[in-house]
Nanobody
């Protein structure tokens, strides 16, 4: 069974920082679009950031551009999400997700999160931003 293991969530005050980590199976590095997806209370899921484990740039949702940074470490089979200048509206459960093997346009995973787009989901880690 494929597992995506997230860690690093927690509670932080507005303006603070957190870093999320996701450990994935080795065979996903390289060659897979990986994404961070969040779902806030009463909101739909939204793609936050994506990256191709084979190299190239990252893609970000407008709401987090300039504040979040997604990175990868192929040797550790892991992706990360550095979150700075956190706002209360960033409060959500954050999920690590792996795209289907035929997905090569990683930016697509910012909006396409259905069964034909995402192959695997992590269990999620809670991020709470509150004073």
């Amino acid at each position: 069974q494929v597992q995506l293991l997230e860690s690093g969530g927690g509670s932080v005050q507005p303006g603070g920082s957190l870093t999320l980590s996701c450990r994935a199976p080795e065979y996903m590095f390289p060659g897979t679009c990986m994404a961070w997806v969040r779902q806030g209370p009463g909101k739909e899921r939204e793609g936050v950031a994506t990256i191709y484990t084979g190299g190239g740039g990252e893609f970000y949702a407008d709401a987090v551009k300039g504040r979040f940074l997604m990175s990868r470490d192929n040797f550790k089979s892991s992706v990360y999400l550095q979150m700075d200048s956190l706002k209360p509206e960033d409060t959500a459960t954050y999920y690590c997700a792996a795209g289907e093997s035929n997905v090569r346009d990683c930016e697509r995973l910012l909006t396409a999160l259905g069964a034909g787009d995402i192959a695997y989901w992590g269990r999620g880690t809670q991020v709470t931003v509150s004073s």
